[in-house]
């Protein structure tokens, strides 16, 4: 006790000491952080990282507290210009959000205010209730289903498929086990299918052996007919489908599978219809989009993401569930210690641990509401539609000039094409397109990111970004001319 008695009369926290100084540095940094994002045009997208700088992140754990301006400082020279880049209004690598400034300032109060957003009757709870409904209201999604947001859409999409799995009438996997289903439980997809939903299957116990990966026509669309024939198949051989994923914009391509038919084979099979749109669900906002989109409307489950074509901070993406029985009785377990009461802060809405995994959450809710109210709806709109037209002005570009190919037709936001030289096999133009890629991002001039479709190397552009203007693919277009008859006249391919 005498241990814990000097303990006890030296009080500890991890306050500031001077909380004046900390106040002062915390202005700063705000002020930094928007010169940086306000002038972000002027960096170059991306920069090599110097060893020097690379051997700076691999230090032992400090033992003894360093200064606060000391570690800022560090922050500013080693971590800040070694940012990733998918602020910059070149960036269109992978499928990647940009974040805003009110965005930051959101996160900062949702970091101040730091609540644990699983349980309780406090403001968070409401919030994050109240953002389920607009993602409802925004894909016109039925009222009464429920969701949940999550870091992102591999989780949006393994907390549906997990709702998917236990929703079999005559087994109860929950209580039993994967095992209580004898037959191989099947999952089908187009090939073209993000690789989180083929994890999914593998954690989830489905198991590769249980994924079906049904071929795309030329536009990269699930082929329906395949899809039909497989499941008959399957079920003749007494394997157990359970359902199909359906794509609301592949991350290859963009495409959108056709939903309408792979719902009306769900409803004939009685298979659960999910929706995989990471980033093209919101696509359905724009008007031109809301035809090829509007069978998500039925689907049993969609997983989205908010920090991909709504341009939140990451992470933030959602999950919802038409059936709330259905998405309840797969998560739904609650403890002594996470009873519900009458009043008191242990009141409030149901816990969100009934409807996820995840018992300890963040409030990413909050840059979502206050972004939202910031812009409304409609300016989120007129940015896809934005981004949707540049990429088609982009597919122009690439269509009129002789060294560029265009790979797919643009469809949505997605544009891969390469550089071609006559007398160049597929081969030699797989290594100077990568060589070509690798250069646009040395010089910092663009990050498109790259795929291989059938057999060639493509550049890539996936288009989310809301810094982006016309000139910027004018850029990217040049750049990659400029550097592809650099390289194919140096005769280093
Ligand atoms: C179609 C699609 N599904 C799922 C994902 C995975 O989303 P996340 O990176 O947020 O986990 C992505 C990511 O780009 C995607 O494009």
Not at 37 to 57: A, C, G, H, T
Not at 93 to 105: D, M, Y
Not at 347 to 357: I, L
Request: charged content about 25%.
């Amino acid at each position: 006790m005498k241990y814990y008695n000097e303990i006890l009369e030296n009080d500890r926290t991890l306050d500031p000491e001077d909380w004046s100084k900390m106040r002062e540095l915390g202005h700063r940094m705000i002020d930094d952080m928007m010169d940086y994002l306000q002038n972000i045009r002027e960096q170059p997208v991306w920069r090599n990282i110097p060893e020097n700088v690379k051997s700076f992140y691999n230090k032992d754990i400090p033992l003894e507290p360093q200064n606060i301006e000391d570690v800022y400082r560090e922050f500013k020279e080693f971590i800040l210009p070694y940012n990733k880049g998918n602020v910059h209004p070149r960036f269109w690598s992978w499928v990647e959000g940009n974040g805003t400034p009110f965005g930051v300032l959101a996160d900062m109060l949702a970091s101040a205010m730091n609540p644990n957003v699983t349980i309780g009757d406090h403001a968070a709870m409401y919030i994050d209730k109240q953002v389920i409904e607009w993602c409802k209201q925004m894909l016109n999604y039925p009222k009464a289903a429920t969701g949940i947001l999550v870091s992102g859409g591999s989780i949006a999409n393994i907390t549906a498929l997990i709702v998917a799995r236990n929703n079999l009438k005559d087994k109860n996997i929950r209580k039993d086990g994967i095992r209580a289903v004898t037959s191989q439980m099947v999952l089908y997809c187009s090939t073209e299918t993000h690789s989180c939903i083929q994890k999914a299957a593998e954690v989830i116990g489905i198991g590769t052996n249980g994924v079906r990966k049904i071929s795309v026509d030329d536009n990269y669309r699930i082929n329906i007919a395949e899809l039909k024939e497989t499941i008959e198949t399957d079920i003749a051989k007494g394997f157990r489908p359970f359902c199909v994923v359906g794509n609301a914009g592949t991350v290859n391509t963009g495409a959108i599978d056709d939903l309408e038919a792979i719902k009306e084979i769900c409803n004939q099979y009685n298979l659960w219809f999910h929706v995989d749109g990471a980033f093209g669900a919101l696509a359905k906002l724009a008007p031109e989009y809301a035809y090829s989109l509007k069978a998500i409307e039925q689907a049993d489950s969609v997983a989205f993401d908010m920090h991909k074509w709504m341009y939140m901070p990451y992470e933030v993406g959602c999950t919802l569930i038409k059936d709330p029985e259905a998405h309840r009785s797969a998560y739904a377990l609650i403890p002594n210690y996470l009873l519900h009461h009458e009043r008191g802060l242990a009141a409030g809405p149901e816990t969100n641990n009934n409807y996820g995994m995840e018992l300890s959450r963040g409030f990413k809710a909050l840059k979502v509401w206050m972004s939202l109210k910031e812009h409304g709806l409609k300016k989120y709109v007129a940015l896809i539609r934005q981004n949707i037209a540049q990429s088609f002005y982009l597919g122009e570009l690439i269509k009129e000039n002789k060294e560029l190919e265009l790979l797919t037709p643009v469809t949505m936001n997605i544009v891969c094409y390469r550089f071609v030289k006559p007398g160049l096999t597929d081969e030699k133009l797989n290594i100077l397109n990568k060589e070509i890629l690798m250069t646009l991002q040395e010089r910092g001039i663009a990050s498109p990111s790259y795929t291989i479709l059938n057999g060639k190397y493509s550049i890539r552009v996936a288009n989310t970004n809301h810094r982006s203007r016309k000139k910027d693919f004018e850029i990217l277009v040049e750049g990659t001319v400029k550097i592809g008859r650099e390289l194919s006249e140096s005769n280093q391919i």
